[in-house]
C-alpha cells in the first residue's frame, strides 16, 4: 500500500472513530426521511421524544449503575414495582395520587434495595444478583396476578393521569419529567463530586476504595437510586394506561443497555455518560417509530429492530475500540 | 568459562523510539553454560534488548547472532526455533490446571486415543526431578503450589522440548520469599549443568552476586561494564557502575523529633497471617516495617488501615481508643495508605492527574456538591509542582506516567490532606533511583511537619537508610522493635529469615 | 489486593467454613429432593426418574454447549465467557424445523440442515461480535439473543405450530434399549462433547484459553481461534436441542426460551459446584440439568403452583452464587479488598 493510500486510509478510520455513529444516526434519519412522508412532521418528531420518555427514564437509571461499573438486568422490574405499588395503592387504598406516587417509587427502591443486598452483603456478581432479581420478581408478578392478568383502575384520578397525559405549558408530561430527570442525573453523575467518585469505582474499585472512598455504600445507593428512577418509569406507564400490566417492563432492558453502550461509544475515553446515553435512546426511539411509519407488520418489526440493535451495538463498540 | 565461545552475541546494538534513544552501541555476549547477569536502572536499556532478542523489536543498528549463526531479521518464531526461551515476570498459569497440563500447555502429548495423560505427568514430574531439582507430583493442581513451585512449572514448561539452549530470566524471584528463592537457583544450578546459557535480569544485586557467573551493567542504553569474576563484594562496584554516583547520597540525613504518639497498636491481630502485634509511631517519626513477603507485614498495614477486621488487639488515635471500619473511615480520622501495587490499587488509571490527586479531597475543589473544575485543576497543579511529576500536566492519563511519576501522583494525593499518619507500603518498588531519591525527600518532609510514617518494605537497606525504628516481622509476629541505628544490614536481614522460627514462636 | 504470596497446602480434618458455604447449594438440592421424596410418594419411581430425565434433556444439550463457551471463556460472567443467545437459536431452530415440517410440507432431511445452518449462523454472528468487534460476550449475545426471538415471531408469526413428524414423535414416545430414545442421544452427544472437551489436545487447549489467556497465548495457543469456535459450538448445540424442544413440546410454542434460559443458567452454574476444581465442566452441567429438572418435577408432583416454581429457581440461582462467592470470600487466606 502506498503512503497516500495508507494516509488516506487511516482518514476514513479517523472519521469513523470520532464519528461513526453519528453518520449512522444521521443516515436513518435521512432514510426515514425520504421514505416515509410524516417522518419530519414536526408532531411525528415531538412523537419520538416523547415516546422516548420512559425508556430515557430507565436508561438513566442504567446508565448510574453501568458507571458505577455494574449491571442491571432487573430495571423491568423496578418499572413494573412501581407500576404496581402505585396502582395498589390507588385502587385498593384510595391514596392520594401523589403518596401513590411515592409508594410506587418505594416498591421500585426495594428491588434495588434486594440488588444491593444481594451484590453488596453477599458478594453475588451484579449480572447474576440482578437476573435473580428478575426471575423472582417476574414469578412474584405472575402469582400476584394469577398468571399475568393486568390490574387494571378506570377511576384514577385525573392528577394520576396527568403524569402521563398531561402537558406543562404546552410541553407533554413525560417529556417534562423525563428532562427533570436528564438534568438532575447529568449533574449528579456528571458535574457533582459524587459522579467523580462514582465514576472512579466503576473504573477501579479497590483503588477508589483505597482513596478512602466507601465504595460498598456507593454501590448499595447507586441501585437503590436507579431502582427508584425506573420505578417513576414505571409510574408514567401506568398513569398511561390506568393500569398494571405485569412484566411490561422487560421490554425495555435490552434497549436501556444498548442506549448506555451506544452513549459510552461517544465518549472521549468510552465512559456510560448522560448525554450519551440520550443520543442512544433517541436513537432507538427514531429507529422504532420510523419502522412503524413505514408500516411494517408487528413481527417483522420486531425482527428488524432486533437486528438493528445488534448492528447499532457492534458498531458502538467497534467505534469506542479502534479509539 | 569466559574463555568459552559465545553463544549469544549482540554487538554495537541501537534503538531509537520517539523521542528517546533506548540503546546506543550496547554490545552483550553470553556462553554456553553460564549465568549471566543484566543489571541496569529502569530506563537503561535491559528491557529493549531483551526484546531485540525476542522479535519483538527490529534493531536500529547492530548484529546479532545465536550459535555462531547471524540473524538479519529476528522474528518471534525465529529464535524460538533457535533454542531461546523466555522466563517472563508473570506466570502465566492456569490456577485449576494441574501440573502436568501446565508444563504441556500448548504441545500436549497424543495418542490415537486422545491426550496421553500419563506420559505427559511421568516426563513432567522426571524434568521438574532431574533438571529443576525439585518434586512435585504432576497431579497437584497450580493453585496449590507456592509461588517458587509455580516458577518451576513456569520454567519446566518453557524447557520441556529440550531444545532450549538459552534462556532469558526476568526478575524470576521478584515475587518469592527469600526462603524459596533457594528452590529457584537449585532449578538454574541443574540448567547450568546442562551447559545452558541464561541472562538473568534483576534488581536484586544480592542475587545476581550470588548465582551470576558474570554480570553486564547497561547504564543510559550502553553497557558500561562487565564483570568477569563476581563475588558477594561485586554488589558495590555494580551499583557504582549503575548509578554513575556513590551511594551514600541516596538516603538523607535523618534528624527527628520524635514527639507524642499518632497511633499505639497493641496486641493485634487478624487470627490467620499476623498476632499480637505492638507498635507505636510517634509524630515526627518514621518507623520501618521489614519482613519477607508473608511475614503478615502487608496485612498488618491493611488491617491499620481499615481494609480488613482485625479479630484481636486494640488500636489508640491520638490517645483516643480508634478501630477503622473501612478506609473511608480511616482516612476521615487521619490515616492514609500509599498501597504497594499502585497501578491496581492506588491509581485510577484511566483518570487524568489532576482528578487522581484530587480523589481524596473533592470537597476541597467543590462548591456545595458541585465539582469546581479551575480549582480543581489549580490545586492539582500546586501539588504535582511541589513534587515535580513530569509530564506537569494535570490532564494527563494517568496510565501512561512512568512507575516513579505514578507513585509520586498517589502520595500527592495525600499530602494536602492533613492526614496525622503516612503508611507507604514499598514506596520504591519499580521506581528509578532519581525518583527514590525524590520519594525519600518527600518522605523526609511528611516528618518534618510533624506526621508520623510507617514504611513497609521488603527492601532492608531502605530501611536502614530512612527509619528511626525498625520493626521486624517474622511469620505474622513481631520479632524485633530496634532503633535504626543499632542494625546492621547483616542484622536486619537475619532477623527477618530467622533460621530457626520454632526459637521465635515459643 | 492482588494476591502474591500462595495458598498454603490443602489441609486435612474438620472441613472450613469455606468448604462449607460452598457446599451449600448441594446440600438444599439433596435436602429439598429429600423432601420431595418424603412428601410424595411416587417421586422415587422408575416412571418419574424417566420423566425427569425426558424432561432434562433439551436443558442438558444447551448447558453442553454454554460450559464450552464458559471453558473457552473463563467463568467470570460479566468479562468472561457467557452465551445466553444459546436458548432463543434453540428456539429458532425448532421454529425453523416446525414451519418447514407442518407449514411447507418439507422432509426433515431439508428442514433439518436449515435448522443447523441458521444455529451455526448465529453462533459465527456471536463469534464476531466478540472476537473481531470487542463487544463483552454477555452484552453480544443478549442482544443477539434479542433480535432472534424477533427472527422467530417472523418465522412462526408469533403462533404455536404443532409437529406430529415420525421422528419428533419418536424422540418423544421412542425407546432404546428401554431408555428414552431422546436419553439415549443426550448421553451420546455428552460423549462426544465429553471426549472432544477433556480427552483431546483441542479441549484441553480451550480450557487453557479459558483459564488464562495469557498463559494461553504465551503458549502459542490461538486465543481468538478457539473463543471464536466456542460460540459456534454453542449455536449448533443450539441447534441440536431444537428437535428435543419439539419432542417435548410437539411442537414450537412462543416464549419457550425465557424458562429455557433460566434453567440453563441454573444448571451451568450449580455445576461448578459438583466439580472438584470449582470450574464450569461438562459433567457438572448434565447432573445440574437433571438437578433442576428433578426439582420442577418434583414441586409439580406435590402440586405446588407453578408461578411459584420461577421464583424457586431465581433464588436457587442466587443461594448458588452467593455461596460461591462466600465460600470464595473465606477462603481467601490472604488480604483482600
Redesign the interface.
Given at each position: 500500500m502506498s503512503d497516500r493510500a495508507e494516509h488516506k486510509d487511516r482518514g476514513i478510520r479517523n472519521v469513523f472513530v470520532h464519528y461513526g455513529f453519528l453518520i449512522i444516526i444521521a443516515s436513518f434519519f435521512a432514510f426515514f426521511a425520504f421514505y416515509t412522508g410524516s417522518f419530519l412532521n414536526a408532531s411525528n418528531l415531538l412523537n419520538i421524544v416523547e415516546g422516548s420518555s420512559i425508556l430515557l427514564i430507565l436508561a438513566l437509571g442504567m446508565t448510574l449503575v453501568v458507571a458505577l461499573g455494574g449491571i442491571d438486568l432487573s430495571v423491568g422490574i423496578a418499572f413494573d414495582m412501581g407500576a404496581a405499588f402505585a396502582i395498589v395503592a390507588l385502587k385498593e387504598y384510595d391514596a392520594a395520587w401523589y403518596v401513590a406516587v411515592l409508594i410506587g417509587i418505594g416498591g421500585g427502591a426495594l428491588v434495588g434495595l434486594l440488588n444491593a443486598f444481594l451484590i453488596v452483603r453477599l458478594s453475588v456478581s451484579p449480572f447474576l444478583a440482578t437476573l435473580g432479581t428478575f426471575f423472582i420478581g417476574s414469578s412474584i408478578q405472575r402469582i400476584f396476578t394469577n398468571g399475568g392478568g393486568p390490574i387494571s383502575y378506570r377511576r384514577a384520578p385525573q392528577e394520576y393521569r396527568n403524569l402521563a397525559t398531561g402537558d406543562l405549558f404546552g410541553v407533554p408530561m413525560e417529556i417534562v419529567i423525563a428532562a427533570v430527570i436528564l438534568i438532575a442525573y447529568f449533574i449528579f453523575l456528571e458535574r457533582s463530586i459524587f459522579g467523580k467518585r462514582i465514576h472512579a469505582i466503576g473504573l477501579q474499585k479497590t483503588a477508589a476504595r483505597v482513596a478512602g472512598i466507601p465504595v460498598q455504600r456507593y454501590v448499595a445507593i447507586g441501585f437503590i437510586i436507579a431502582a427508584a428512577t425506573c420505578a417513576i418509569g414505571g409510574i408514567i406507564g401506568s398513569a398511561n394506561l390506568r393500569m398494571f400490566t405485569p412484566l411490561a417492563g422487560f421490554s425495555y432492558l435490552l434497549d436501556a443497555i444498548a442506549a448506555v453502550f451506544i452513549g459510552a461509544s461517544m465518549h472521549p475515553r468510552g465512559r456510560p455518560n448522560v448525554l450519551g446515553t440520550l443520543v442512544g435512546v433517541l436513537f432507538l426511539g427514531m429507529v422504532a417509530n420510523g419502522l412503524n411509519l413505514m408500516g411494517l407488520d408487528f413481527n417483522t418489526k420486531d425482527a428488524l429492530s432486533g437486528l438493528i440493535l445488534v448492528a447499532a451495538l457492534a458498531i458502538s463498540v467497534a467505534q469506542k475500540r479502534l479509539r | 568459562m569466559s574463555a568459552d565461545p559465545d553463544i549469544l552475541m549482540l554487538k554495537g546494538i541501537s534503538k531509537a523510539f520517539p523521542g528517546v534513544q533506548a540503546l546506543e552501541g550496547a554490545t552483550l555476549c553470553v556462553a554456553a553454560g553460564e549465568v549471566h547477569g543484566l543489571v541496569g536502572e529502569n530506563g537503561a536499556g535491559k528491557s529493549t534488548i531483551i526484546k531485540i532478542i525476542a522479535g519483538v523489536y527490529d534493531r536500529d543498528a547492530g548484529t546479532m547472532s545465536i550459535d555462531g549463526r547471524h540473524f538479519d531479521h529476528v522474528s518471534p518464531q525465529g529464535v524460538h526455533d533457535a533454542g531461546v526461551r523466555f522466563i517472563h515476570q508473570e506466570l502465566h498459569l492456569v490456577p485449576h490446571f494441574t501440573v502436568a497440563e501446565s508444563v504441556f500447555m500448548g504441545q500436549e502429548v497424543t495418542g490415537k486415543f486422545g491426550l496421553k495423560r500419563k506420559t505427559m505427568r511421568l516426563r513432567a514430574e522426571a524434568f521438574l526431578r532431574d533438571v529443576l531439582n525439585t518434586r512435585i507430583s504432576g497431579d497437584t493442581l497450580i493453585r496449590d503450589l507456592g509461588i517458587a513451585e509455580r516458577k518451576l512449572v513456569q520454567i519446566a514448561r518453557a524447557l520441556i522440548d529440550d531444545e532450549a539452549k538459552i534462556v532469558v530470566f526476568d526478575e524470576p524471584t521478584a515475587p518469592l520469599a527469600s526462603s524459596e528463592i533457594e528452590q529457584v537457583f537449585q532449578a538454574i544450578r541443574g540448567l547450568q549443568e546442562r551447559g545452558i546459557a541464561m541472562i538473568y535480569v534483576s534488581h536484586y544485586l544480592g542475587e545476581i552476586t550470588d548465582i551470576c557467573d558474570r554480570v553486564t551493567v547497561f547504564r543510559n542504553g550502553r553497557d558500561v561494564a562487565v564483570l568477569d569474576e563476581v563475588t558477594e563484594d561485586s554488589s558495590d562496584s555494580i551499583i557504582r557502575h549503575m548509578v554513575g554516583r556513590d551511594i551514600e547520597a541516596l538516603y538523607p540525613e535523618i534528624h527527628h523529633k520524635v514527639g507524642e504518639p499518632v497511633l499505639e497498636v497493641a496486641g493485634l491481630g487478624d487470627g490467620r497471617k499476623f498476632f499480637g502485634v505492638d507498635l507505636t509511631v510517634g509524630k515526627g517519626e518514621l518507623v520501618g516495617i521489614a519482613g519477607l513477603i508473608g511475614s503478615g507485614r502487608e496485612e498488618l498495614t491493611d488491617t491499620i488501615y481499615g481494609l480488613n477486621q482485625p479479630t484481636t488487639g486494640t488500636m489508640t488515635m491520638d490517645g483516643v481508643p480508634n478501630r477503622f471500619a473501612s478506609p473511608a473511615d480511616a482516612v476521615g480520622k487521619g490515616i492514609v495508605l500509599v498501597p504497594r501495587d499502585r497501578r491496581h490499587d492506588g491509581l485510577v488509571l484511566d483518570f487524568t492527574v489532576a482528578d487522581n490527586i484530587n480523589l481524596a479531597s473533592l470537597e476541597q475543589v467543590a462548591v456545595s456538591i458541585l465539582e469546581d473544575r479551575s480549582a480543581a485543576a489549580k490545586r492539582a497543579e500546586k501539588l504535582a509542582e511541589q513534587i515535580d511529576i513530569r509530564p506537569r500536566d494535570p490532564d494527563a492519563i494517568a496510565r501512561f506516567l512512568s512507575g516513579g511519576n505514578q507513585q509520586k501522583v498517589v502520595l500527592a494525593r495525600w499530602l494536602a490532606t492533613g492526614a496525622k499518619l503516612f503508611i507507604l507500603d514499598e514506596p520504591t518498588v519499580g521506581v528509578d533511583i532519581g525518583a527514590k531519591v525524590e520519594i525519600y525527600q518527600l518522605i523526609e518532609k511528611l516528618t518534618a511537619q510533624g506526621a508520623g510514617v510507617i514504611v513497609s518494605s521488603s527492601d532492608p537497606a531502605e530501611l536502614l537508610g530512612i527509619c528511626d525504628r525498625i520493626v521486624v516481622m517474622l511469620r505474622g509476629r513481631v520479632v524485633a522493635n530496634e532503633a535504626a541505628r543499632s542494625l546492621t544490614l547483616d542484622s536486619l536481614t537475619a532477623l527477618t529469615t530467622h533460621s530457626n522460627p520454632a526459637e521465635v514462636l515459643a | 489486593?492482588?494476591s502474591?504470596?500462595?495458598?498454603e497446602?490443602?489441609r486435612f480434618g474438620v472441613p472450613s467454613l469455606s468448604a462449607m458455604a460452598g457446599y451449600l447449594p448441594l446440600v438444599i438440592f439433596v435436602c429439598l429432593l429429600g423432601y420431595l421424596s418424603v412428601v410424595s410418594s411416587n417421586f422415587l419411581t422408575f416412571p418419574t426418574f424417566d420423566l425427569i430425565l425426558r424432561q432434562a434433556v433439551p436443558t442438558t444439550i444447551v448447558c453442553l454447549g454454554l460450559s464450552i463457551v464458559v471453558m473457552a471463556g473463563g467463568d467470570?460472567?460479566?468479562s468472561g465467557g457467557i452465551d445466553l443467545s444459546i436458548p432463543a437459536v434453540a428456539v429458532l431452530a425448532a421454529a425453523i424445523i416446525a414451519d418447514q415440517l407442518t407449514n411447507h410440507a418439507a422432509s426433515l432431511a431439508v428442514a433439518l440442515p436449515l435448522a443447523l445452518m441458521a444455529a451455526l449462523l448465529v453462533g459465527a454472528?456471536n463469534a464476531m461480535?466478540v472476537v473481531r468487534?470487542?463487544?463483552t460476550p454477555?452484552?453480544?449475545t443478549?442482544?443477539?439473543s434479542?433480535?432472534?426471538?424477533?427472527?422467530v415471531?417472523?418465522v412462526t408469526?408469533?403462533r404455536r405450530i404443532n409437529v406430529d413428524h415420525p421422528a419428533v414423535v419418536w424422540l418423544r414416545d421412542g425407546t432404546i434399549g428401554g431408555v428414552s430414545s431422546g436419553v439415549v442421544l443426550t448421553l451420546v452427544f455428552f460423549g462426544v462433547f465429553f471426549?472432544i472437551a477433556h480427552?483431546?489436545?483441542w479441549g484441553?487447549?480451550l480450557?487453557?484459553v479459558g483459564?488464562?489467556r495469557?498463559?494461553?497465548?504465551?503458549?502459542?495457543?490461538p486465543v481468538s481461534r478457539f473463543v471464536a469456535l466456542s460460540f459456534i459450538i454453542a449455536g449448533f448445540a443450539g441447534g441440536l436441542a431444537a428437535m428435543f424442544i419439539l419432542a417435548r413440546g410437539s411442537g414450537s410454542t412462543p416464549g419457550t426460551e425465557e424458562n429455557l434460559l433460566?434453567e440453563m443458567?441454573l444448571a451451568t452454574?450449580l455445576g461448578s459446584a459438583f466439580s472438584p476444581?470449582?470450574?464450569v465442566t461438562l459433567w457438572g452441567a448434565i447432573l445440574g440439568a437433571v438437578l433442576v429438572s428433578a426439582l420442577s418435577i418434583g414441586f409439580k408432583s406435590i402440586g405446588v403452583?407453578v408461578?411459584?416454581?420461577?421464583?424457586i429457581?431465581?433464588?436457587l440461582?442466587?443461594i448458588v452464587?452467593?455461596s460461591a462467592?462466600?465460600s470464595?470470600?473465606f477462603d481467601r487466606?490472604?488480604?483482600a479488598?
Open positions: - | - | 489486593m492482588t502474591r504470596t500462595a495458598r497446602p490443602r467470570d460472567v460479566v454472528v461480535l468487534i470487542g463487544m454477555l452484552l453480544a443478549l442482544s443477539t434479542v433480535a432472534v426471538v424477533g427472527i415471531k417472523v408469526s408469533s471426549f480427552r483431546t489436545r484441553l487447549n480450557q487453557a483459564g488464562s495469557d498463559a494461553a497465548e504465551v503458549s502459542g495457543i433460566l443458567v452454574f476444581r470449582r470450574v403452583n408461578f411459584w416454581t420461577g421464583c429457581k431465581g433464588a440461582i442466587l452464587v452467593a462467592s462466600l470464595a470470600k487466606r490472604k488480604t479488598i
